[in-house]
């Protein structure tokens, strides 16, 4: 078959005389007067307002339809050189294209249609495997929502009681990210590792607020958004670019549905905190450390014994890993929002969404009860975390260090929370495959934090320390296995 094809040659930095010219050949395209489109890229120059050149070719050629058109075509010209490859992701431009989305795309890839106030998602509900389903009808591909079941910590304790069988061999892996190369940022990637293949079926702690949902949103999202927070959808829930947020979005089938399904969360709920929660805010309505002390005056020791462990069992994650890791937190939320992420082969996993108050970040106000009650509330959510995947037979699980990354809570007591006795015994006993996966990005002197106290936990009879390799300069893993 005879094809007839226009061919564009792009260089330099003419990005206004590039897209007019796409427009006039896609109008060609459209009157049938061409096939196909042709394009020929030679040495780039900056092009602003676009991080690169994916970015922008991204843009140009599937800001009227979605995804690689059949009839679009793309060449590297020869004087395209390797460092300007290198510098624009040229060499990988098609395969971006054809798998990538921008995070502000990801609702819209998963409903088939905008988020706006008033709208009314199709959830579907098999009543064969009581898993709940959301269909694109644009591209015709349906998504897993999952299936939400709760327990309080109290009554996961007493099925521990009924359940002691080891589901294999127990170790425990800390990755920390410090730095910025992109062959090993995958390692440490919240997104890549909820896409890898290796960790399908595999449970996710993920690091909300509340609610289960982002700093930003709120339980219906737009179609219950207040007038002075009028923004409170599913993107609004990207204010801070920290793991509990991507892996929100990579796994976006199970947010849209806590967001918009028929029962809100609240992780408090039967607490003395309890009341201060409500879903239906932004945020979840964030208590005030002037609250929290309040009540905290009161409470009995166990007051933990209530806190809700939700188990948000079979997502579909939609996206996988982001095409290039922050230079630093401040240009990461800076591009957060023009982040290119790549989509995936479908993976289905579990997560299981905890919180912690906001203590050292907003409130700066040093109050030791406050720090203490913290302690209490992350010790519980962590023992909850490994109990609930123990219990549903999963034993490979990913922690992240809850209130470390958006609220910058003290280490300390974060590991005090993770590395107990308490908490080991439950991995040992059901033998479960636990990794820790925290970033710290341009923050080397915080990584002794986390090496010296791991390290003083784990020196157990009953643990042997496999040692934490800082001579590796972008990642630092520790691994402890169980003997």
């Known amino acids: 078959m005879f094809v007839d094809y226009a061919t564009i040659y792009f260089g330099g930095d003419n990005r206004k005389g590039f897209t007019q010219l796409l427009d006039t050949y896609k109008a060609k395209l459209r009157g049938n007067e061409i ?227 028929p029962e809100s969360i609240n992780l408090l709920a039967g607490t003395p905190f309890g009341h201060l929660i409500n879903p239906e805010q932004s945020d979840g309505g964030m208590p005030t450390v002037a609250e929290i002390i309040k009540i905290a005056q009161t409470i009995p020791e166990n007051w933990t014994d209530n806190l809700q462990i939700y188990f948000h069992e079979e997502i579909d994650v939609v996206v996988g890993q982001q095409t290039k890791p922050p230079k630093s937190w401040q240009a990461r939320a800076e591009t957060e929002k023009r982040q290119f992420i790549l989509r995936q082969p479908l993976n289905r996993i579990h997560q299981i969404p905890v919180a912690s108050f906001d203590w050292a970040n907003l409130n700066k106000a040093d109050v030791p009860r406050l720090s203490q009650i913290t302690q209490q509330m992350l010790c519980g959510f962590y023992e909850g975390t490994l109990l609930s995947a123990a219990l549903h037979g999963k034993r490979k699980i990913f922690l992240t260090a809850v209130g ?21 015994g439950i991995i040992q006993k059901y033998g479960l495959e636990v990794t820790l996966v925290i970033h710290e990005i341009n923050a080397q002197e915080r990584v002794g934090c986390w090496v010296h106290v791991i390290d003083g936990v784990y020196k157990t009879p009953d643990f042997e320390y496999h040692g934490a390799d800082l001579s590796t300069p972008y990642i630092v893993r520790g691994k402890f296995n169980i003997i």
Not at 60 to 83: N, V
Not at 407 to 417: C, G, R, S, T
Request: charged share 15%.
């Open 35 to 261: 096939d196909v489109i042709h394009v020929v890229m030679g040495p780039i120059q900056r092009i602003e307002g676009f991080d690169n050149l994916a970015h922008f070719m991204y843009y140009a050629i599937t800001r009227s339809e979605p995804g690689l058109p059949a009839w679009f075509h793309i060449h590297c010209d020869d004087s395209l050189q390797l460092y300007e490859r290198r510098q624009w992701g040229a060499e990988f431009l098609e395969e971006w294209i054809k798998n990538g989305v921008f995070l502000n795309e990801i609702f819209e890839r998963v409903t088939g249609m905008p988020e706006a106030a008033g709208m009314a998602l199709p959830f579907v509900r098999n009543e064969t495997d009581e898993l709940t389903y959301i269909h694109n009808p644009l591209t015709n591909q349906g998504f897993c929502c999952g299936k939400i079941t709760h327990s309080t910590l109290a009554q996961l304790r007493a099925q521990e009681l009924e359940a002691p069988v080891s589901l294999g061999a127990p170790s425990f892996t800390v990755i920390c990210y410090i730095g910025t190369k992109p062959a090993r940022y995958a390692e440490a990637d919240i997104c890549a590792l909820q896409a890898h293949p290796d960790n399908n079926g595999a449970v996710f702690q993920l690091a909300s607020r509340f609610h289960a949902l982002e700093g930003g949103t709120a339980h219906g999202g737009l179609n219950k958004a207040t007038t002075q927070k009028p923004n409170c959808g599913f993107f609004s829930g990207m204010s801070k670019p920290v793991q509990g947020e991507y892996a929100s979005f990579s796994a976006a089938p199970g947010t849209i549905f806590k967001m918009y399904g």
């Open 404 to 424: 470390g990354g958006s609220f910058h809570n003290n280490l300390d007591v974060i590991l005090a929370a993770i590395a107990n006795d308490r908490n080991l």
